[in-house]
């Protein structure tokens, strides 16, 4: 598969120590994740929040490794917020980026959020965009990704549980009102699979506009225990709901071929908020990299 095209392996950094719930691997350092990482056979990796934050110093202890920054999360408020201040964030993230050698930028609207909310993300909880937001995110994320463009890079947009851009049916409104040349998909295994939707069928859908690529899967027995019980967000990632590709529910060889079958280039990356405690970062880094040659020949 993906013959002739360059196709690059990393994986985040999530899988070690997660910035928004400190608890879970607040005590490994950034020097023992990236050393992992390359020691595990990837090849690349996204920006996280223990990273050095001057683009010489992070280039430098990333080259010594063999890795490369593959992308970054942004966070968008283009419902709530005035466009300006958005993209005055985003230029301005695109400038350190750009030090370091990256081309992908992955932007999430969290306009409403529940990341750190008590509120179960599922049932009449889940956050909802008007009409008039809907319209303002479009034509937003339309003018940031032109900013991209114009320099290089691909803004790639990342639909998540618990955001106004979730489901299925959000994501391809999200691609139908926006400009093609200038959008494009951070498609998330995981969290199509979280929000009820078939991880494949939504590929199915949105493949042609597929920019970047995190792969996680979902324990199916955790799942069904977050829905009946109406989990927090935070409390899913506690409870073990998300993994690495192999070890839960998401048909990875069909969404490898799918995205063969679409001309898909770029990276994949393995992403799985985990308690490191119960899931050694390595150890599941190994296994992720020996499933992903296996069923992928990657």
């Known amino acids: 598969m993906f013959e002739n095209r360059e196709i690059k392996l990393g994986i985040a950094p999530i899988n070690w120590s997660n910035d928004d719930m400190p608890q879970l691997g607040g005590e490994l350092t950034y020097e023992q994740s990236v050393s992992e990482m390359a020691l595990a056979g990837y090849t690349g990796t996204e920006v996280g929040g223990k990273f050095p934050q001057d683009p010489a110093v992070l280039k430098h202890s990333l080259d010594i490794r063999g890795l490369e920054i593959a992308s970054q999360w942004f966070s968008s408020l283009l419902c709530t917020t005035p466009y300006e201040e958005n993209e005055k964030a985003f230029v301005e993230q695109l400038d350190f980026l750009e030090k370091v050698g990256c081309s992908r930028i992955n932007v999430c609207e969290l306009s409403y959020n529940l990341f750190a909310s008590e509120l179960s993300m599922f049932g009449g909880n889940k956050p909802v965009a008007s009409d008039q937001e809907w319209d303002l995110l479009c034509a937003g994320l339309d003018k940031l990704g ?5 320099r290089g890079f691909k803004l790639c947009f990342h639909h998540h549980m618990a955001t106004v851009v979730q489901t299925l049916e959000e994501t391809v409104r ?10 494009f998909l951070c498609y998330d295994t995981g969290h199509f699979t979280f929000s009820g939707e ?3 069928e ?3 859908r949105v493949a042609g506009r597929v920019g970047h690529v995190h792969l996680k ?3 199916p027995d955790r799942m069904k225990t977050a829905v009946e019980e109406g989990y927090k967000f935070r409390k899913a990632v506690l409870e073990g709901c998300f993994t690495i590709p192999g070890d839960g529910c998401v048909d ?3 969404v490898f071929e799918l995205l063969d079958k679409s001309e898909y280039e770029g990276w994949f990356i393995v992403e799985a908020e985990q308690d490191p405690k119960k899931a050694n970062p390595y150890e599941y880094a190994l296994k992720a990299r020996s499933y992903i040659r296996e069923i992928g020949g990657l």
Not at 174 to 183: A, C, I, M, S, Y
């Open 146 to 150: 032109k900013v991209a463009s114009d």
């Open 174 to 183: 999200l691609l139908d009102n926006t400009d093609p040349r200038h959008v």
């Open 198 to 200: 078939n991880a494949v």
């Open 202 to 204: 939504a590929l199915e």
């Open 217 to 219: 899967d979902v324990r």
């Open 252 to 254: 990875f060889k069909s």
